[in-house]
């Protein structure tokens, strides 16, 4: 089992300032193997924040402009041909002597000034896949990195600009360590290995607690069940999570959902405990029920395949139908979404043997189930 480990994650558990690469030599020596180590910002020297002040159109080219951008302690003339650029707007510059991926293929070029259709650019205005970051920020053809929302200002590496100056390592943990499997787990393990302080970082937010109610759980199979918890949470609003956490995510190999989904995936990978969340609106009657599947029932799951269940498989259900099955996969129609206002918040203990046989038995394997049939 592999984990992508952001640095400063791990440091957030663990007091210790040793190098990145000094401490995957330690722990790789005594513990978790350290397969690989990734310096996310190496590779933006030279790219920095710019703010747009001005767009002319380009004399020869219908679908080119010419931007002056404010990039710090000067102003570049930049050509630009990207679709969503707008004065105000914030951008990634690449400065002479950056090296980019041209429309983010091939391998790295170095910037040069040019003449582009006769008009002199001293730079380039990026788009996300050109430096590296298309799995941070996703876009369409033709469009640019849109920083506006950041409070950078002008000048700033993007890299530091973005929270993008950590480290990620990639560690093998053995089957038998799913304890270490999370941040906390190999925080815990450095701090022996170290002989460095364990700490559990304080809160800080000041988040009013949410109204939430126990709904009516029956575990109807204890021995494949022993602990299940939930929660009731009303006047949720579904969107966009926090820069931050989707970067945590992102580095850590997870792909941002929206804020519910992020939340459980986040816990999930900091503390080493799965978790799910359903729409409460979808649960019939109410009432969580966690049994065994009934002969013939089936499942559309999340990734929008119907798989049929044994009657040996756990399945979490409402009072008529299962809406996930237990410790792999939620159900589709209990997945939370946009309209979502109120949702079921789970955290449980599945039996390793059993998450194991159903997850392979119908060829599903998820982070969870990843998780939970190695015993958690």
């Not at 992508?4 to 440091?11: D, H």
């Not at 219908?62 to 914030?90: F, H, P, Q, T, Y």
Request: neutral net charge.
């Amino acid at each position: 089992m592999n984990l992508l480990a952001p640095y400063s994650w791990i440091k957030e558990f663990v007091k210790t300032d040793l190098p990145a690469d000094e401490f995957a030599r330690r722990i790789s020596l005594s513990g978790p193997s350290v397969e690989r180590i990734n310096h996310l910002s190496r590779g933006f020297e030279k790219i920095v924040v710019g703010k747009v002040l001005k767009i002319q159109k380009h004399p020869n080219a219908d679908k080119l402009r010419v931007a002056i951008v404010d990039v710090g302690k000067e102003e570049l003339s930049i050509v630009c041909g990207g679709s969503n650029l707008a004065e105000g707007m914030k951008v990634a510059v690449a400065r002479v002597g950056a090296a980019v991926r041209w429309h983010g293929e091939g391998d790295p070029v170095e910037l040069a000034a040019t003449e582009i259709r006769g008009v002199k650019s001293f730079g380039m205005i990026c788009a996300a896949n050109e430096i590296g970051l298309f799995d941070f920020f996703p876009h369409a053809e033709r469009e640019i990195l849109d920083l506006s929302w950041s409070d950078a200002q002008p000048g700033m590496n993007v890299a530091s600009a973005l929270g993008l100056d950590d480290v990620v390592f990639d560690i093998e943990v053995t089957t038998n360590r799913v304890d270490a499997f999370s941040m906390k787990g190999l925080a815990r393990e450095a701090s022996a290995i170290l002989g460095a302080k364990f700490q559990v970082p304080n809160s800080k937010s000041q988040i009013p607690s949410p109204k939430f109610q126990v709904p009516t759980i029956t575990v109807q199979a204890l021995k494949l069940c022993p602990r299940y918890q939930a929660a009731v949470i009303e006047g949720v609003k579904v969107g966009e999570s926090p820069w931050w956490l989707r970067r945590r995510l992102i580095e850590a190999g997870h792909r941002p959902i929206n804020n519910i989904v992020d939340v459980t995936n986040y816990v999930m990978l900091e503390l080493g405990q799965p978790m799910h969340a359903f729409d409460a609106g979808s649960f019939q009657e109410g009432s969580i029920v966690v049994r065994t599947a009934e002969r013939g029932e089936t499942i559309r799951a999340l990734d929008g395949k119907d798989y049929e269940l044994a009657p040996e498989m756990l399945v979490i259900a409402d009072a008529k139908r299962p809406v996930a099955i237990a410790g792999v996969i939620g159900g589709e129609d209990s997945g939370v979404t946009a309209k979502t206002g109120k949702i079921v918040l789970e955290s449980a203990t599945f039996d390793s043997a059993s998450v194991r046989k159903t997850s392979r038995s119908l060829g599903i394997q998820t982070d969870a189930s990843l998780r939970f049939d190695k015993g958690l």
